[in-house]
């Protein structure tokens, strides 16, 4: 044996070694036994009609959550609620505008001109109690941003202490990606509004901007909106400071400007120049809400692996899918139940074979690994969110998030997007896997979808924990003769959230393999690391949201 060699392989092993608990041959035995049949299975079950699209408090998402239970028992996980269930229950509240007992006037001087529901706007339900009504003066404050680190204030110039605050929806052009998606979330913009001493909000769009229909928004309107409830029996991060919160058709947003000091036209070219602005409308409005909620039972599925070494045990990654979708609603071509096999079927499935990847080792990880099948993330991130903020285990702290939603397998991967690569060390574990597997890793190719708040991975984010959130990438070999990305783009605008995406897609469950190996090589990695996940130095969430970790 010569040398250089030996040298190279005393550093191999010591540091694989000091690294992780199994030799490299122990970890290529759990990659190889991952299988495309078995992803096929579970999808197969999860997204068949009889489970009637998976809808939190029907009997089809009950089915789905006991598989989602039967298989992490015939795996071997440890019930993750308090040791002794797998089921953590989430009660959510369903809040609906009764439409008739609620109206917005416009109030200018002595005259007044009631607008009409569904037409000229919508009102979100108010859930802390059955009525709610303002009247105030209406002020406009541009994107209802306060940046200080991009230098940008919508409030700089203005009170709007005891008014209703109008604001457009979206964020300024100039922030970075996913800063900018954080700054379009209601969270950021009503939590600001508080502060500000706003007492209610109008929301438009602008027509240049519209990411969806104003038909589609009234109905969605009519289904009402979810949150999830607290142990006093209150819905959480229900924003109650804010008495009514409307959006506005922007085909009669003129209505709103008459008397404003710049028009509407001039108001669009500064927002699309990434402008702050504000001022008084010099009118005012009163808004009445009518409040109906009803409580609907769901739950989380939580499994465990306990790690093996004593201190670092104490700390988890969470891996999450969810299970939740839409239902059965208004058919297309004759097909009324929403299957959601791809949006999240998938991601269960490939959860479910990232804790076999697990099982099969021959010794626990030293870190926990939490595996939750999470309810309501169609309504908001709210499984996820529940998950997070009524932690189920007997001590302990969640470390990382791994989230698997639709990660996109139509292909062979060549390369994958990490959403969250960049913001934390998990960069590092995810780099560090991508080599194992021969994976290339890309930027994200849609910024304008603004990704990194749209799954589950944004509620952990939002307590601190880093987070990732794997997507395929679009890498071509020359043979191919799809474009990838195009046909990506085509999938949202054909197959995304309607009765179509069921199991009669090309899925190519070799390629999901990719993601159950991923995921499976990142999430061991970080249970190995002398430390826990960070943020990186200075970086944006990490800043905006460390304070909360816990
Ligand atoms: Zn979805």
Excluded at 49 to 56: A, H, K, V
Excluded at 142 to 157: M, Q, R, T, V
Excluded at 225 to 232: A, D, H, L, R, T
Excluded at 312 to 337: C, Q, R
Aim: aromatic share 10%.
């Amino acid at each position: 044996m010569k040398h250089g060699l030996l040298i190279f392989l005393l550093v191999f092993l010591t540091t694989t070694l000091t690294t992780c608990a199994q030799t490299p041959a122990e970890l290529q035995n759990a990659l190889n036994k991952v299988s495309p049949e078995a992803i096929k299975g579970h999808m197969s079950f999860l997204a068949d009609d009889l489970l009637e699209g998976r809808q939190p408090g029907t009997r089809g998402f009950a089915l789905g959550s006991k598989y989602m239970e039967t298989q992490f028992v015939s795996l071997g996980l440890q019930p993750g609620v308090n040791d002794s269930s797998y089921i953590q229950s989430v009660p959510l509240q369903r809040g609906w505008v009764e439409a008739a007992e609620s109206g917005l006037t416009l109030i200018d001087g002595k005259q007044e001109k009631q607008l009409e529901y569904g037409k000229q706007f919508i009102i979100n339900p108010y859930f802390a109690s059955p009525a709610s009504a303002i009247s105030a003066p209406l002020v406009f404050v541009g994107f209802g941003i306060s940046a200080p680190e991009f230098k940008y204030d919508d409030y700089s110039n203005i009170d709007v202490r005891g008014k209703i605050v109008v604001w457009i929806n979206d964020a300024p052009k100039q922030f970075p990606s996913s800063e900018r998606a954080y700054y379009t979330t209601a969270d950021a913009k009503y939590t600001e509004a508080i502060k500000r001493g706003a007492v209610g909000v109008i929301t438009m769009g602008l027509p240049s901007n519209r990411r969806s229909s104003w038909e589609g928004s009234v109905r969605r309107s009519r289904q009402g909106s979810y949150k999830w409830q607290n142990g006093q029996g209150m819905a959480a991060n229900s924003y109650e400071a804010l008495k009514a919160v409307a959006s506005f058709n922007s085909e009669y947003a003129d209505s709103l400007f008459i008397h404003a000091p710049v028009n509407l036209q001039k108001i669009a070219a500064l927002a699309a120049e990434g402008k702050s602005q504000s001022f008084p409308l010099n009118l005012s409005a009163s808004i009445r809400v009518k409040t109906n909620t009803k409580v609907v039972q769901s739950s989380n599925v939580v499994g465990v692996i306990r790690g093996s070494d004593p201190q670092l045990k104490n700390e988890y990654i969470v891996y999450t899918a969810h299970l939740d979708h839409f239902g059965i609603g208004a058919p297309v071509s004759g097909d009324s139940i929403f299957n959601g096999a791809h949006d999240d079927a998938s991601g269960n499935a490939i959860l479910l074979e990232v804790a076999r990847a697990y099982r099969s080792l021959p010794a626990a990880p030293k870190r926990s690994i939490i595996f939750a099948a999470v309810t309501g993330e169609e309504l908001g991130l709210l499984g996820s969110d529940y998950f997070i903020s009524n932690l189920p285990m007997k001590g302990g702290k969640v470390v990382a998030n791994l989230a698997i939603d639709m990660p996109f397998f139509f292909h062979p991967i060549l390369d994958i997007v990490p959403y969250g690569a960049d913001h934390s060390s998990l960069g590092k574990q995810t780099e560090q896997a991508a080599g194992i597997l021969g994976l290339k890793i890309s930027p994200d190719p849609f910024p304008e979808q603004v990704v990194f708040i749209r799954s589950d991975h944004y509620s952990f984010i939002k307590k601190g924990i880093p987070a990732l959130f794997i997507k395929s990438g679009f890498m071509t070999v020359p043979q191919d003769t799809v474009d990838r990305s195009k046909s990506d783009v085509a999938w949202r605008s054909t197959t995304y959230h309607t009765p179509k995406d069921d199991m009669n897609q090309p899925f190519d469950f070799k390629a999901a393999t990719m993601h159950v190996k991923i995921n499976f090589l990142i999430g061991y990695f970080t249970s190995s690391q002398p430390a826990a996940p960070s943020w990186n130095k200075g970086d944006f969430f990490g800043q905006k949201f460390q304070q909360k970790a816990f």
